[in-house]
């Protein structure tokens, strides 16, 4: 049976996984990304493990700005001198496989869409929202990355800001802008500086008001959103979503008192795929290549 490596490579964590023609994932490696030791650093952690895998044809989902060739085009600081990197010949050369490489959130989105919560769906609006915040269109069953590749860029629009929150001084964003979304409702955003996986734990009021009030401003902005692309699903993922009601109770209650009537009913789902999500795109995208391959 062949196989598929499937590559997420985000500015905390990197995972390398090898997953079948069906999306089942047989074998996984996560380690921390050397986000600040540089592209070479990265991609040595990545053919550390991924050369030992059997696979036919590699996908990548990357944080950052992707064009057609697998070239970064535009990154945050969350991984340094990530921009301009040839990812896909580098990685080809080094793995001596086809490789194929997008943006993470619109790899998330092709595995969601083939075998997670928006499978069926003609349109959906896909949102991570970890270190950073992400989004991917999906439009006829196809996900859209625009002329760019910026397609879906959620996290760096401006926030829709509640009129009724009190006001605080504007966040700057990763990118270097004033406010926008990803400045508000990321992990780093909401925590702080404090390990996001223990703010639940702490349940203090501060903690509790951040989260409240990150899960407004996020539902405010997509009830915006929705409004605009009117998608058959919403579907939520990435590692802040793993805050539960906190988060996305206040984001639900925003993001249909915003939206107009009939997009505010968008089915609101958290995907499917959890944590693999990436992984399983990535590789199904490998698939969709290679099969091209052995048709021409």
């Given at each position: 049976?062949?196989?598929?490596?499937?590559?997420?490579?985000?500015?905390?964590?990197?995972?390398?996984?090898?997953?079948?023609?069906?999306?089942?994932?047989?074998?996984?490696h996560v380690a921390e990304t050397p986000a600040k030791e540089g592209p070479a650093a990265?991609?040595?952690?990545?053919?550390?493990?991924?050369?030992?895998?059997?696979a036919v044809a590699c996908g990548v989902g990357t944080a950052g700005t992707v064009d057609d060739h697998g070239r970064i085009t535009a990154s945050t600081d969350s991984l340094a001198a990530w921009?301009?990197?040839?990812?896909?010949?580098?990685?080809?050369?080094?793995?001596?496989?086809?490789?194929?490489?997008?943006?993470?959130?619109?790899?998330?989105?092709?595995?969601?869409?083939?075998?997670?919560?928006?499978?069926?769906?003609?349109?959906?609006?896909?949102?991570?929202?970890?270190?950073?915040?992400?989004?991917?269109?999906?439009?006829?069953?196809?996900?859209?990355?625009?002329r760019t590749g910026m397609a879906g860029s959620i996290g760096h629009v401006p926030a829709l800001v509640p009129p009724d929150l009190p006001a605080e001084p504007v966040p700057r964003c990763p990118c270097g802008a004033l406010g926008h979304l990803e400045a508000y409702a990321s992990g780093p955003a909401i925590a702080g500086g404090a390990p996001l996986e223990r703010l639940a734990e702490r349940g203090d009021a501060a903690t509790l008001r951040a989260i409240h009030r990150a899960g407004l401003i996020l539902g405010h902005t997509l009830g915006a959103y929705v409004t605009l692309l009117d998608p058959d699903v919403l579907v939520l993922g990435g590692g802040v979503t793993g805050l539960g009601a906190l988060l996305l109770e206040p984001a639900e209650r925003a993001l249909r008192a915003q939206a107009r009537p009939g997009p505010a009913a968008v089915p609101l789902r958290t995907a499917a795929l959890g944590t693999d999500g990436v992984l399983v795109g990535a590789a199904t995208l490998a698939q969709r290549m290679a099969q091209k391959e052995v048709t021409r």
């Open positions: 049976m062949s196989a598929y490596l499937g590559v997420d490579i985000g500015g905390t964590k990197t995972a390398v996984g090898l997953v079948g023609a069906d999306g089942t994932v047989l074998a996984r990265i991609v040595d952690a990545v053919v550390a493990v991924a050369a030992g895998m059997p921009e301009g990197t040839d990812l896909r010949s580098v990685l080809a050369t080094r793995l001596g496989l086809p490789v194929v490489v997008v943006n993470d959130v619109h790899a998330m989105a092709v595995g969601e869409t083939v075998h997670g919560a928006a499978a069926g769906a003609r349109d959906a609006f896909v949102v991570a929202i970890g270190t950073g915040i992400g989004g991917a269109l999906v439009c006829d069953g196809v996900v859209r990355h625009g």
